[in-house]
Structure formats: structure tokens, C-alpha cells
Nanobody, 123 residues
Framework: QVQLVESGGGLVQAGGSLRLSCAAS????????MGWFRQAPGQEREFVAA????????DYADSVKGRFTISRDNAKNTVYLQMNSLKPEDTAVYYC????????????????WGQGTQVTVSS
């Protein structure tokens, strides 16, 4: 079992930055690919970014490329999402997820999910 706890969400103006953190329990964190998804009101959950277990491969949704950066610290059992140049359309609940089958852009590719953290970007 892996438990994931997100933090770092909040309210920010357009053009600002936030860094989300996701702390994972367990001693097998380094064997999991980690991802971030988001869900805006009335919309389906969508892929944002993912990083492989080793950290050597990263994948991003086209909508966040060049603005968001995913990283992980296996010594701290933590994955991060640095979000720069935020836009109002980035407003959503952001979820951290972990999976043993490698990086995936699909939510069914992951096994564990956090409770989510709200990000609100004002115009």
C-alpha cells in the first residue's frame, strides 16, 4: 500500500507560480512511476505530468509544457510539480498518483491516488 498526501495548493494570480508536493508512505517509493492529474469543475480528470521511477523520463501534457516541471526526490519519498506562468485555465484540483507499470497518460495506469489539492488561478 502507498499513501499519498498532496500539499502546496492555493490561490495565485495569473502569471504566478506554485509548487505542489506529494509525500508518499512506504519503502518502495523509488519503484513507482509518479504522476499528476487535475480535474476542473464539470470536466473529466486529465493528465498533467509524470515521471519514471528513476526520474530519468518525464512526460507532460501539451497544455503545460514549458510551464510546469515534475521532479522527484526518492530519498524524501516526495514528488513535486513546479507550476510557473499559471493561467486561469489551470484552476483545478490536482491529484498525485503512483503506479508500478511505468509512466502513463491515462488514469487507469496508476494504482494509488491522493486526496487532491485545490489550485485556483485568478485573472
Amino acid at each position: 500500500q502507498v499513501q499519498l498526501v498532496e500539499s502546496g495548493g492555493g490561490l495565485v494570480q495569473a502569471g504566478g507560480s506554485l509548487r505542489l508536493s506529494c509525500a508518499a508512505s512506504g519503502r518502495t517509493f523509488s519503484s513507482y512511476a509518479m504522476g499528476w492529474f487535475r480535474q476542473a469543475p464539470g470536466q473529466e480528470r486529465e493528465f498533467v505530468a509524470a515521471v519514471s521511477a528513476s526520474g530519468s523520463f518525464k512526460d507532460y501534457a501539451d497544455s503545460v509544457k514549458g510551464r510546469f516541471t515534475i521532479s522527484r526526490d526518492n530519498a524524501k519519498n516526495t514528488v513535486y510539480l513546479q507550476m510557473n506562468s499559471l493561467k486561469p485555465e489551470d484552476t483545478a484540483v490536482y491529484y498525485c498518483t503512483a503506479g508500478r507499470r511505468g509512466v502513463s497518460e491515462y488514469d487507469y495506469g496508476y494504482d494509488y491516488w491522493g486526496q487532491g489539492t485545490q489550485v485556483t488561478v485568478s485573472s
